[in-house]
């Protein structure tokens, strides 16, 4: 998967408590993207960094915020979790903008109860 | 609004032969274009892409073609084996300010008989 991790792999939670998802890469890329799968979505973007601090809205960010506060991490928060956002969650990462191949981890299963 | 679609939401092949997946997209101003793998439980795999200056371009047992008349983007599987058996998404990517973004398609789930 490119030397990208995600953590936690799976997570159960209630709704109305917050959650956080953390994706690390060890590429040095630049460009870091978190997308949620659902059964007949396909994959949708959520949020994305074109370098540190630099973030900006995708096709479907709300009810998240991201964070990204060096080049190897990138967070992405719920901050009250919805049964609407049980999903799966992919990071994604490119070496630049001319870069245009995005390189994806293995995914986190969130279940919002 | 612009979006990326398959034409077939499942494929059966027996082991050995081609495979054809085939995906339509509507954004004109798409650019490039990658074909993605994803088996049960992983991430999306990339498998190869193609420019839109090109019309075809090989890789190793993998073969896409774009036809940009009719907006027409197949991938091409040579002796398909059990393990091409997957979930294959094109994707199309296009500048949109800071950063270039991917819109998928809802994929085809490609099934290898013995």
């Given amino acids: 998967d ?3 991790t995600q953590s936690p792999r799976h997570k159960v939670t209630e709704t109305g408590t917050p959650v956080t998802l953390r994706c690390h890469q060890t590429e040095n890329h630049r460009y870091m993207y978190w997308y949620r799968q659902d059964p007949g979505h396909g994959l949708r973007l959520i949020h994305y960094s074109y370098g540190v601090k630099d973030t900006d809205k995708g096709e479907v960010s709300d ?3 991201v ?4 080049t190897e991490d990138f967070l992405l928060t719920l901050e009250s979790a919805t ?4 999903s799966v969650y992919f990071c994604a990462i490119s070496e630049s903008k001319q870069q245009e191949t995005q390189y994806f981890g293995p995914g986190t299963r969130l ?3 | 609004g612009e979006s990326v679609g398959l034409h077939l939401p499942t494929l ?4 050995g032969d081609n495979s ?3 995906c339509a997209y509507s954004n004109s101003a798409s650019d490039y274009f990658i074909w993605y793998k994803q088996e049960s439980g992983k991430g999306p795999q990339f498998i190869i892409d193609i420019r839109s200056n090109m019309d075809k371009r090989q890789g190793q047992r993998v073969t896409v073609l774009l036809n940009k008349t009719v907006k027409h983007l197949s991938l091409q599987i040579a002796a398909t084996q059990p393990g091409d058996s997957a979930v294959y998404f094109c994707a199309e990517n296009r500048s949109t300010g800071s950063a270039r973004q991917l819109t998928f398609g809802s994929g085809t789930q490609l099934t290898v008989l013995p």
């Fill in chain 1, 2 to 4: 490119a030397g990208i």
């Fill in chain 2, 12 to 15: 059966s092949v027996q082991e």
């Fill in chain 1, 83 to 86: 049964s609407s956002q049980t």
């Fill in chain 1, 63 to 65: 009810g998240y915020s």
């Fill in chain 2, 20 to 22: 054809i997946i085939n």
């Fill in chain 1, 111 to 113: 279940l919002v109860l």
């Fill in chain 1, 67 to 70: 964070s990204r506060s060096k």
